[in-house]
């Protein structure tokens, strides 16, 4: 298990003072060069169960370009596990190298199993999971992105003590764990933020299953058109701000919520002296997919995509 032995503490990091409120960075994407972020916190109690239960297979679900898929098939490697994705779009099944996500679950040992979109939005009901997972006596089935109990108990551990201090906990959100653990985590005097990442009205019902707290928020309004959804204002304030504080991020999440942020903060949305932290969780291995999409339609690309496979 020395994939989770490691201090899980990341450091924050200041990006300066902002029309008087101080903004900082929890650097999550450093946990680990791949597991990294909110996937290193949802999987690290889920794995560590699964071995103490002596379950040898795990089976989850993604896209092709999921984070999820890409942490959970370098984690199941590295633990000794087999791995199984469930992908959505049955298009994939003769295209895998064409993913650099699919392409790096294939090389860490997972078996993809492309479903049609009919059949993926069935999740562990359809017939094609049941025949997949029928062979296998014991496995540990997690659902897309990791979010469940054990997962969210994870994502409670991203603030420590020394966070209190903040007045404001920003994050992205995509299936609501990483943002209900970090309203379990949090103090009843801060305010938690989600970033809608995607077009999801239903979220906060499923973030209620997870807390009874009630010192949270969504706001929907910085999607960009959608999941996996970018613009050319996007594009271009992710590239400025890797110029400024080279730190990257990803355009499917992080980058939408710093966006999100520094327009806030124009706006005076928040009271000056106001201490804000955003949550970096991650997700960087799908910047060279969208940048490949961006190239193909001859739009403004991510100037560090180099660095990312």
Same mark, same amino acid.
């Given at each position: 298990?020395?994939?989770?032995n490691?201090?899980?503490?990341t450091?924050n990091?200041?990006?300066?003072? &902002?029309?008087?409120?101080? #903004?900082?960075l929890k650097?999550?994407?450093l946990?680990?060069? *791949?597991v990294? =972020? !909110?996937k290193?916190r949802?999987?690290?109690? *889920?794995?560590?169960k699964? *071995?103490?239960?002596?379950?040898?297979v795990?089976?989850?679900f993604? +896209?092709?370009?999921s984070?999820?898929?890409?942490a959970?098939?370098?984690?199941?490697?590295?633990?000794?596990?087999?791995?199984?994705?469930?992908v959505?779009?049955?298009?994939?099944?003769?295209?895998?190298?064409?993913?650099?996500?699919?392409?790096? @679950?294939?090389?860490? +040992?997972?078996?993809l199993? @492309?479903?049609?979109r009919?059949?993926?939005?069935?999740?562990?009901?359809?017939?094609?999971?049941i025949q997949? #997972?029928r062979?296998?006596?014991?496995?540990?089935l997690?659902?897309e992105?990791?979010?469940?109990?054990? +997962?969210?108990? +994870? @994502?409670s551990?991203?603030?420590?003590?020394?966070?209190?201090?903040?007045? *404001?906990? @920003?994050s992205?959100?995509?299936?609501g764990g990483?943002?209900? =653990?970090?309203?379990?985590?949090s103090?009843n005097d801060?305010?938690?933020?989600g970033?809608n990442?995607?077009i999801?009205?239903? $979220?906060?019902?499923?973030?209620?299953t997870?807390?009874?707290k009630n010192n949270?928020? &969504?706001?929907?309004d910085?999607?960009? =058109? =959608?999941?996996?959804?970018?613009?050319t204002k996007?594009?271009?304030?992710?590239?400025?701000f890797?110029d400024?504080?080279r730190?990257?991020?990803?355009?499917?999440?992080?980058?939408?919520?710093?966006?999100?942020?520094f327009e806030?903060?124009k706006?005076?949305k928040?009271k000056?002296?106001?201490?804000? #932290?955003a949550i970096?969780?991650?997700?960087?291995?799908g910047?060279?997919? $969208? !940048?490949?999409?961006?190239?193909?339609?001859?739009?403004?690309?991510l100037?560090?995509?180099?660095?990312?496979?």
């Amino acid at each position: 298990m020395d994939l989770f032995n490691e201090n899980n503490k990341t450091p924050n990091q200041f990006l300066g003072v &902002i029309n008087g409120c101080s #903004l900082f960075l929890k650097r999550e994407d450093l946990l680990h060069p *791949i597991v990294s =972020g !909110n996937k290193f916190r949802k999987l690290k109690y *889920i794995l560590k169960k699964t *071995i103490s239960n002596k379950i040898p297979v795990i089976a989850t679900f993604g +896209g092709a370009f999921s984070n999820h898929l890409t942490a959970t098939a370098a984690a199941g490697k590295m633990l000794g596990l087999k791995t199984i994705g469930f992908v959505r779009g049955e298009e994939w099944k003769n295209k895998i190298m064409k993913s650099s996500t699919l392409s790096f @679950c294939h090389s860490q +040992g997972m078996k993809l199993v @492309c479903l049609s979109r009919k059949a993926y939005s069935k999740k562990e009901s359809s017939f094609e999971v049941i025949q997949t #997972l029928r062979k296998f006596p014991k496995f540990r089935l997690i659902p897309e992105g990791g979010t469940e109990p054990l +997962g969210v108990k +994870g @994502c409670s551990e991203i603030l420590n003590s020394k966070d209190l201090e903040f007045d *404001i906990i @920003c994050s992205s959100l995509g299936s609501g764990g990483t943002v209900a =653990g970090l309203i379990n985590g949090s103090s009843n005097d801060q305010k938690i933020l989600g970033f809608n990442a995607l077009i999801n009205p239903l $979220i906060s019902e499923v973030i209620c299953t997870y807390t009874t707290k009630n010192n949270w928020e &969504i706001n929907s309004d910085y999607t960009f =058109g =959608g999941f996996a959804k970018t613009t050319t204002k996007l594009i271009e304030f992710m590239n400025s701000f890797y110029d400024k504080y080279r730190i990257p991020l990803d355009p499917i999440y992080t980058g939408k919520m710093l966006f999100a942020i520094f327009e806030l903060i124009k706006k005076n949305k928040w009271k000056r002296g106001s201490k804000i #932290l955003a949550i970096h969780t991650g997700g960087l291995q799908g910047i060279a997919s $969208i !940048n490949s999409k961006l190239k193909n339609k001859h739009l403004q690309t991510l100037s560090y995509s180099k660095y990312f496979f």
